[in-house]
């Protein structure tokens, strides 16, 4: 089914153009097993989801120190906990996240990021993809006093770009932000490469491919009146 072609397209960061492994040795140089990064990142998403459903304002550091301190037993000292949690800032992103952001800005479309992560974080991710020209603004959590996947952070993100959420579509990784893209009214494409499967419990998404180049050509090539995307 075809959907309206967008005209803005909104890219989630963290693990869709960023993946967290890299966090493993962080980890481990800090004395913590690199088996708790994981366990930390689904603890800090739990949280997040929380507020997102309950309300409340806390800030992604905050969440993100707040959830360290619960997976180790509080065994990591403030100034190394710290560390962890600004190295995220430091991350290498994707071979192809350039290739994906640059894909959909010769679309036509208007780029943004939207991302549970602080802006300043996100920025400094986005300079590492070689494209961070490409994309005109970054919603953040923090600045918008919403977390994914409610629906008044991507609601936001349209107000922001001026545009109605029909014609903004979201390309991510995640299946729980794909379900609350596409309950927000948005159309979402999901990239398979962080879970392979999509969670059945979501709602489908518009488009998906194995990677986010793909979904990016994947997501053009279903929309109402898109041409073919180039030859890989």
């Not at 920025?123 to 070689?130: C, D, I, S």
């Amino acid at each position: 089914m075809s959907v309206p072609r967008p005209a803005v397209i909104a890219f989630d960061v963290l693990e869709t153009l960023v993946p967290l492994d890299a966090l493993e040795w962080r980890f481990r140089e800090a004395g913590v097993p690199r088996v708790l990064m994981r366990r930390w990142s689904d603890h800090l998403l739990r949280d997040a989801f929380a507020l997102a459903a309950a309300g409340g304002l806390r800030t992604f550091r905050d969440l993100a120190l707040a959830a360290l301190d619960d997976v180790t037993g509080h065994q990591v000292g403030r100034p190394a906990a710290e560390a962890l949690v600004d190295a995220i800032a430091e991350l290498e992103p994707r071979p192809d996240a350039g290739e994906a952001l640059a894909r959909a800005r010769e679309s036509g479309a208007r780029v943004i990021a939207l991302d549970n992560a602080p802006g300043p974080v996100v920025r400094a991710l986005l300079e590492r993809t070689g494209r961070a020209s490409d994309v005109e603004a970054v919603i953040s959590a923090d600045a918008s006093g919403r977390w994914k996947p409610s629906a008044g952070i991507y609601l936001h993100a349209a107000d922001h770009c001026g545009t109605e959420p029909g014609r903004v579509a979201l390309i991510t990784a995640h299946g729980w932000d794909v379900h609350g893209a596409r309950r927000a009214g948005l159309s979402a494409a999901w990239s398979a490469h962080a879970e392979s499967r999509f969670p059945a419990a979501f709602e489908p998404p518009n488009a998906s491919g194995p990677d986010p180049v793909r979904t990016v050509e994947a997501l053009l090539t279903c929309t109402e009146g898109a041409p073919p995307p180039p030859g890989r």
